[in-house]
């Protein structure tokens, strides 16, 4: 059984990271949106949902957060839709310079800002920068105030994407839990999730759907289905907002 080297989903390319693209291929992806995940460790099937959820979320002019950020593919994603910045967070250092390498080819060196773990809480972001890349644990940034998170940010986040799941089951539920607390109520992407319709499921997408309603958030599915599993990620979008659902994400700028 041979893997497809590749998915389309609406304008985007993904194909496998380690793929020698052949030459009489690599003049036609010129032209499209390419981007780029390890197929080894299975994450092409979880990314697919949220590369069709970013796509159907207005991030121009905003400010976008990437917990877990990986190699920067879905923070990629969201500056050719138009964001203004980008901050990604992300704990492995192997992810984190293949991030600053992906970054600096599409924005330029000047537009990457990479921050250690010593550095980034006295940080605040200038004009210039597209891209700040945060070299730390996750639960470092949770546990920082949302005045520092702000000013290391360049104002206040309107979309933040998670791409982590309920497999990490330490570090998902604290997720939830800033989110909900978040008092300037971004929109948010959870992918990591797959429905298989049985009830002892460690990763269905439920748990988190019946959160966010209970706190009166207003949930949706971005789904690939692949045999009997349907791969899963969400978008909740806060109760101010899903009044008109429709609509723009508040912005903020320096």
């Known amino acids: 059984f041979l893997q497809p080297k590749y998915f389309r989903i609406g304008p985007v390319i993904l194909i496998d990271e380690s793929w020698t693209i052949p030459s009489e291929v690599a003049s036609y992806l010129q032209k499209e949106m390419v981007l780029r995940v390890d197929w080894t460790k299975g994450y092409e099937e979880h990314t697919v949902p949220v590369i069709a959820a970013i796509l159907g979320q207005n991030c121009k002019d905003l400010i976008i957060e990437d917990d877990g950020a990986g190699n920067g593919t ?98 998902h539920p604290l997720l939830i839990k800033d989110v909900l607390a978040d008092p300037f109520r971004p929109r948010v992407i959870l992918g990591g999730h797959v429905d298989t319709g049985e009830e002892n499921n460690l990763l269905s997408p439920k748990p988190d759907e019946d959160i966010f309603a209970r706190n009166n958030w207003v949930v949706t599915r971005a789904e690939h289905a692949v045999g009997n599993r349907d791969f899963v990620a969400l978008v909740a979008v806060p109760p101010a907002q899903s009044l008109n659902a429709a609509g723009d994400t508040i912005r903020d700028s320096l």
């Open 74 to 171: 879905l923070g990629l994603l969201t500056l050719q839709q138009g964001a203004k910045r980008v901050v990604c967070i992300e704990k492995y250092i192997g992810e984190i310079k293949a991030a600053e390498k992906a970054f600096t080819a599409v924005v330029g060196r000047r537009g990457v800002k990479r921050l250690r773990k010593s550095e980034w809480q006295s940080y605040a972001a200038k004009p210039e920068d597209k891209v700040i890349l945060i070299h730390d644990d996750l639960l470092n940034w949770f546990r920082a105030d949302l005045k520092t998170r702000k000013r290391v940010a360049g104002g206040n986040i309107a979309l933040r994407i998670a791409h982590v799941g309920p497999v990490y089951r330490k570090l």
